[in-house]
């Protein structure tokens, strides 16, 4: 079965650089979650999107924003980086909306910040 | 709101022994539910089961269940003939179904380590 596919896996940056994380969610699936998960920490969550449009938002830095298009997959751009910026980046997509039970989880973009 | 609790930093079981990961939890939604993932060293996060707040229930997946006590606020997950395999960190999380946010809401884990 697809699963939820995310570009790069990994991803060398220097500081006050951009960076663009890509998600493409399993087909039909309409909402896709992003996750950040710093050096041993748990996930916290960025930002959700529902059918294109921005659903909920969380602890996203204002460097950062975020879109759904038409396909329905997902870019999240950093900009402005920063060491503490060096994390785990999860995908997540489900289908039927916020309010539905599963999500996929991708395997990650590997974020580190020099 | 939603919290996870999970007091346990890491764990110790040796292989084929049953063990159990404690999670409580805290919420204000009157439906919600609550989720474990694997998260091994290579770092993706693996689903592992699934408990809604309505389920009469506990959940079963194979060699994994989930001792749901609603009273207590508790989701705990029990392995069952540890493997090798199973070492890797186990987060429980929570969804709320109060409103139009979707996210789960994560603890901050366990490292569980299987001994042969």
């Known amino acids: 079965a697809a699963g939820v596919i995310q570009s790069p896996r990994h991803l060398i940056k220097e500081k006050r650089e951009t960076a663009t994380l890509k998600c493409y969610p399993i087909p039909r699936h309409d909402t896709v979650y992003w996750y950040q998960q710093g050096p041993g920490q748990d996930p916290q969550f960025l930002i959700s999107f529902y059918e294109k449009m921005q659903s909920d938002k969380g602890s996203i830095p204002d460097r950062f924003s975020a879109q759904q298009f038409s396909d329905y997959h997902s870019e999240l751009n950093m900009s402005s980086l920063e060491l503490g910026d060096s994390a785990l980046y999860f995908c997540?997509?489900?289908?039927?909306?916020?309010?539905?039970?599963?999500?996929?989880f991708g395997p990650g973009t590997r974020l580190t910040v020099l | 709101a939603q919290k996870i609790t999970q007091t346990q930093p890491g764990m110790f079981v040796q292989e084929k022994e049953a063990v159990t990961l404690d999670c409580t939890y805290d919420t204000s939604d009157p439906s919600y539910g609550l989720f474990w993932y694997k998260q091994p060293s290579s770092g993706e996060m693996i689903f592992l089961i699934y408990?809604?707040?309505?389920?009469?229930q506990n959940a079963t997946e194979g060699r994994y269940s989930l001792n749901f006590q609603k009273a207590r606020k508790s989701a705990n997950l029990v392995i069952s003939a540890s493997q090798l395999g199973d070492s890797a960190m186990y987060f429980c999380?929570?969804?709320?179904?109060?409103?139009?946010?979707?996210?789960?809401?994560f603890g901050k884990g366990t490292k569980l380590s299987v001994k042969p």
């Open positions: 999380a929570i969804k709320g179904y109060g409103g139009s946010q979707g996210n789960l809401i």
């Open positions: 408990q809604g707040s309505y389920d009469q």
């Open positions: 997540a997509s489900s289908s039927g909306g916020p309010g539905n039970n599963e999500q996929f």
